[in-house]
């Protein structure tokens, strides 16, 4: 596995999360209040900017989406916790590292169109949403993406567009995409995305059962470039991901 910026402190962060921990001092209830604005920003330096991601406009992002919008209301104190937090249907928000350093992969701009596949809370749509021009985003459980796609709206990210169904053969109407991204672990690369990344895009994909290699997939005028980052581990691909199981790529 080739090295990375990201700190070993990073890395295992990713693989073992949501640790509790006992604090001292005085109660909660003594304590003044934090806004979330103020989570936030602790967030970003605490998570991010001091574990290796150095991309401004993904640091601008993570600054200014309200994730506590993404989470339910009974864990909208941990919204901005290192670790990720169910959001129903036995899915989960990602830690926030992993979004930043997910996002800061694919390596897009303002004029760019990125498809994603797994919309989930629709959280890391919105960060892209801050980014890029356009973003198309799939979800295969209605229930989610429905959800999703009323807190975007109600955000007003008007560049956001959600469709329900299965991402495994994306959205080939408004491809080519300059970057896809992947929140939902295959046992291989679907081809169909990988169709659909413009020259010189980028897919970053968790591959694998159980932990994942979260891989970055450049496409050149001689094929499929390769680059493992780090060990993740992501809920499985659902839908004709299953049907077309190739654990061996």
């Excluded at 693989?15 to 936030?40: K, N, T, W």
């Excluded at 916790?81 to 129903?88: C, E, K, S, T, Y």
């Excluded at 993406?145 to 560049?159: D, T």
């Amino acid at each position: 596995m080739p090295e990375s910026r990201y700190s070993i402190l990073a890395i295992a962060t990713i693989i073992v999360v949501g640790l509790g921990g006992s604090h001292c001092g005085a109660s909660d209830e003594e304590q003044p209040p934090v806004s979330f604005e103020s989570r936030r920003m602790e967030m970003v330096e605490n998570q991010i900017v001091r574990r290796g991601v150095q991309d401004s406009a993904v640091i601008d992002a993570m600054r200014t989406v309200p994730r506590h919008r993404f989470v339910e209301d009974k864990y909208v104190k941990e919204a901005y916790g290192d670790h990720p937090l169910p959001i129903g249907e036995g899915q989960t928000i990602s830690q926030p590292f992993v979004v930043a350093a997910m996002t800061e992969a694919l390596g897009v701009g303002p004029k760019d169109t990125v498809l994603e596949v797994g919309t989930g809370s629709g959280y890391q749509a919105a960060v892209l949403a801050e980014i890029v021009n356009q973003v198309y985003t799939i979800e295969i459980i209605a229930d989610l993406g429905k959800a999703a796609e009323r807190v975007l709206n109600e955000l007003e990210y008007k560049n956001v567009h959600v469709k329900i169904g299965d991402g495994y053969q994306g959205w080939p109407e408004h491809a080519p995409f300059h970057g896809i991204i992947v929140t939902a672990a295959p046992d291989h690369v679907p081809q169909p995305l990988t169709d659909q990344l413009a020259m010189w895009g980028r897919m970053v994909i968790p591959v694998g059962r159980d932990l994942q290699s979260l891989l970055v997939l450049t496409k050149t005028p001689e094929g499929i470039k390769r680059e493992e980052k780090f060990g993740v581990r992501f809920v499985p691909m659902t839908g004709e991901a299953l049907q077309n199981d190739d654990s061996g790529q």
